[in-house]
């Protein structure tokens, strides 16, 4: 017999009301005429603060009873973070469980060293955080009085006219928010189409806020439904339960806000070596065949493919942990492996968390899951049914003890290499946890029926010898979690639409009102940890659509069901800044020109509002596919999919996208080695791969609107073609030199923008950003492992100040902990380039075969070369280039390495 656990959001004696007094909330109510709160007994030593808080005056019971008593803890944490915590003095509420975001080992520093001060006023409550080297306040609460309710917190800071804040995702809003009039909602859905100014896949309620004086970071733990509105000099949170648990970050350089925020939420897991290649996926690969099809046209037309991806058509019924015996059969799935690996490619697979509902039917994921009692469950204890693609399923609870063994034994058995499908990584959809069945869902077959789930297949298998490859809780309550008081602006009717019912009680107590938007990303970690059990010592790669704060120690994110529009190409870039730059998860990118088709992935809200959210739809278009195919080379994950309906967009298709692929693929490649170093780096400390100009440039104001350019590392400035069948560009280029990447001449920024013009289709504008060294491959290659044989040729591209540095790190590209590393950092100056650290991986015996200098003004009088060979220079006026041919092998301390022009 089930036992009753103990409701998790508790409420205080005073609290208590019946649930006829809350139909009487007045929703809507003003809380600017709210009492706010009263400090009291305050206390302090060097490194911390506390006090309680009392209600000032007669509740306004805005959305719910007031809570009277609350209590303030301060704590300075480092030098550079301070946490406040805002919550009930009498009685516990819901917070983020320290299972699903691992908070920062205790500790405490002197409040008097610190880099950033907290203040408060007495009465009414508010407080301050100011910079304590310049007394700037940067939060500051007085905005409006603090309200505290069961289902309702609202506190208000004051911000800057103008105010440049950045963050609160995820969204497809421009990077820089509007700072008129901007709602970000949290409340995690499927959300197809990805439309500007709703809720999407993802919470990550932190933002930056930049000033010509420093940059600053405001993180708020809270895992429940929220809206944080900014309009002209204020910034307004409005929750709809959990706590106020904030992190402030002093920066004072976005970078460093950027590392700080890492420390916090957890520094991004490393990713293969492999990881980093092109990726072909689509929905609608009909069968084995037309999958082992693609891989071969790739190579037939000289495409590098690192990794083969397949969507759900796998799956017998659309059955998680299945594969159709015909479409799709065991031994020919091997078969593709089997050929991947061979030729140095990879494959993966996707998986949904929704479990068909297929009791007595020898479903082994069902049966195994059944027994272990690991669904999520109504209020009255039965199991949760919603309807996704296999049509009734269930859904695991990953709060239950028992779910992270179930989930990794049916990771283990299905993708066993010798009876299932080895398969390198996988990919996660479906996890907000999305539910195609409208609430309340009172007949969820009779949904499955109406909605064809699953789908029928469109054609017969082909024959299975087809060659291929041939040249809990107690609900009873006074809260209303179904329809809470304050409706937060969750573009969907209510909070359970087309997700689990948020009175959903978890194993351990929870109720899925406050866990909602935890669900994916416990998924991912969890399903990562299953991967790490079948191959311990490697690497691996998880693709999830739903985040969390901190995914990225786990995973890497795919920007969800975009469509084929210009509009989508260009709101990716500001899609994976988000995430790569601010939100910590670096492994990011857009599917390039993924879904045109009218393709029922969900219901919207209804048919009629589905068909019309299509209309904007369509088939790709030739010049669209060539450019997005550019822009993709320079997403950290690059992956080509596209939905079932729509026309085939493989690269090879198009002569035009083929060769812009050709291009891409080739620079993204030479590329590789550098930005593997900067995800390294990014692995230990948090620096972002990829930056926003005003990241590098933050006293330049002209930056900090720009979200169509983005440097790629710190050095590789991306400025795409963006409008609609161009063939030129504006572009702004900062006071700072630069060099053309395709030919290496100079080019001197003055803080203006400039055209370029005669941009072919298949290119795209890239600069190098003066003051660094490059290290590049020589060339490329079809697969990475095949591109690690390649020597290195190093660029040098002086600043103003003539000076650069880079540095180079190689490993074996898979294992979790490595036996041998290289580390190297160059430096230039007075014409000189030089090397140190030391070389203890290099098992392909690579070497560098050229050092190019940019922006020399004058022809050399010679060349000095230590540590290796000379074998000649050239000079070239007209691009201001010499080009050195060397022979230096890259082993020992390097000892002597020098290139010197004279």
């Known amino acids: 017999m089930l036992s009753k656990p103990i409701f998790a959001l508790l409420l205080s004696s005073t609290a208590a009301v019946n649930a006829a007094s809350l139909l009487q909330v007045r929703q809507g109510a003003s809380t600017d005429s709210c009492p706010g709160y009263t400090v009291s007994n305050p206390k302090s030593d060097k490194s911390s603060f506390t006090a309680d808080l009392t209600l000032a005056g007669t509740p306004c019971n805005a959305y719910g009873p007031d809570i009277k008593n609350l209590k303030l803890e301060v704590t300075y944490e480092t030098a550079t973070r301070i946490h406040v915590k805002l919550t009930d003095a009498k009685n516990k509420r819901y917070e983020v469980p320290e299972e699903v975001f691992d908070r920062p080992a205790p500790s405490k520093f002197d409040s008097k060293k610190a880099d950033i001060k907290f203040n408060y006023t007495k009465s009414p409550f508010s ?112 929750a709809i339960g959990g706590i106020f648990d904030f992190y402030f970050l ?30 072909q996926c689509r929905y609608g690969y009909r069968d084995f065949v037309e999958v082992s099809q693609v891989i071969t046209k790739y190579s037939a037309a000289g495409i590098p493919l690192e990794t083969m991806w397949t969507d759900i058509d796998y799956m017998k019924s659309r059955w998680t942990f299945t594969n159709d015996p015909d479409y799709f059969p065991t031994n020919r799935m091997q078969e593709i492996v089997n050929y991947l690996h061979n030729h140095n490619q990879q494959y993966i697979l996707m998986i949904d968390p929704a479990v068909a509902y297929q009791p007595n039917k020898n479903y082994g994921a069902y049966d195994r899951g059944t027994a272990d009692d690991i669904w999520m469950k109504n209020p009255d204890g039965t199991p949760f049914l919603g309807v996704v693609w296999p049509g009734v399923t269930v859904f695991p609870d990953w709060f239950h003890p028992k779910a992270p063994a179930y989930w990794a034994e049916e990771v283990e058995r299905f993708f066993d290499p010798k009876t299932g499908i080895n398969v390198d990584g996988i990919w996660i959809d479906m996890n907000e946890a999305a539910n195609f069945c409208e609430y309340p869902c009172p007949n969820p077959q ?200 729509s026309i085939s967009q493989e690269f090879y298709l198009w002569e035009s996208v083929t060769q812009a692929a050709k291009n891409a693929i080739s620079i993204r490649y030479r590329l590789l080695d550098y930005i ?71 080019v001197q920024g003055s803080g203006s923008k400039i055209t370029l013009s005669n941009i072919a289709f298949t290119d795209i504008p890239l600069h190098i950003r003066g003051g660094a060294v490059i290290p590049l491959r020589a060339e490329s290659g079809m697969t990475t492992k095949d591109l690690r044989s390649k020597d290195f040729h190093l660029v040098v591209a002086p600043g103003s100040d003539g000076q650069a540095t880079g540095s180079l790190y190689i490993d074996d590209g898979i294992s979790l902990k490595q036996k041998a590393t290289t580390e190297i950092t160059f430096t230039y100056a007075k014409s000189e380039l030089k090397a140190e650290g030391a070389v203890g991986y290099n098992p392909e015996k690579v070497k560098i075969s050229k050092v190019s200098f940019l922006g020399v003004n004058q022809q050399p009088k010679g060349v000095s070369v230590g540590g290796g060979k000379y074998k000649g220079h050239k000079y070239d006026a007209s691009r201001k280039v010499v080009d050195v041919e060397v022979e230096i092998g890259l082993s020992g301390s390097l000892g002597g390495f020098s290139v010197k022009l004279k």
């Open 127 to 238: 407080f301050t955080i100011t910079r304590t080297s310049t007394g700037e306040v940067l939060f500051d609460s007085s905005a409006a009085p603090l309200v505290y309710e069961p289902q309702y917190l609202r506190l208000k800071t004051k911000v800057p006219s103008q105010a440049n804040i950045y963050g609160l995702g995820e969204h497809t809003n421009n990077f820089r928010l509007d700072p008129s009039n901007t709602t970000r909602t949290f409340w995690n859905r499927d959300a197809y189409g990805v439309a500007p100014g709703t809720n999407l896949y993802g919470t990550h309620p932190i933002y930056f806020e930049h000033r010509t004086t420093g940059t600053h970071g405001v993180f708020l733990l809270n895992s429940n439904g929220m809206d944080v509105k900014l309009t002209d000099g204020a910034l307004e949170y409005n």
């Open 250 to 279: 002093a920066g004072p350089s976005p970078v460093e806000v950027a590392k700080q925020y890492a420390s916090l939420v957890g520094k991004p897991a490393e990713m293969p070596y492999w990881a980093f290649g092109f990726h």
């Open 446 to 645: 009779q949904a499955a029926i109406d909605r064809n789930m699953p789908p029928p297949r469109p054609r017969d298998p082909p024959a299975k010898d087809t060659p291929i490859f041939t040249k809990r809780q107690n609900t009873n309550s006074t809260i209303d979690v179904l329809n809470p008081p304050y409706a937060i602006g969750n573009v969907l009717p209510n909070l359970s639409s087309n997700t689990a019912a948020v009175n959903i009680i978890h194993k351990n107590g929870l109720i899925e009102y406050d866990t909602h938007n935890l669900y994916g990303t416990m998924m991912s970690s969890i399903t990562r940890d299953a991967m790490l059990q079948r191959r311990p010592t490697q690497r691996t790669l998880i693709i999830t659509r739903s985040t969390f704060a901190g995914a990225g120690s786990k995973v890497g994110k795919w920007l969800g069901d975009n469509l084929s529009t210009w509009d989508h190409y260009r709101n990716s870039i500001a899609g994976i800044l988000g995430f790569a730059s601010l939100y910590q998860v670096p492994m990011v990118g857009a599917d390039v020109y993924v879904d045109s088709s009218c393709t029922l992935r969900w219901a919207l809200i209804d048919e009629s509002s589905f068909v019309h959210s299509c209309g904007f739809g369509g088939n790709t278009t030739e010049t669209l596919c060539a450019r997005w195919t550019t822009l993709g080379a320079f997403y950290p994950f690059y992956r080509n999919h596209n939905g079932d309906t």
């Open 676 to 746: 593997y170093t900067h995800f390294h780096r990014a692995s230990g400390d948090g620096t972002p791969i990829l930056n926003p100009l005003w990241f590098k440039y933050p006293n330049d104001p002209n930056t900090y609107p720009i979200d169509l350019q983005f440097l790629f590392g710190d050095s590789i400035l991306v400025s795409p073609v963006t409008a609609e069948n161009s063939t030129s560009v504006d572009i702004y280029l900062p006071k700072d030199i630069f060099y053309e990447f395709s030919t290496f001449t100079p």
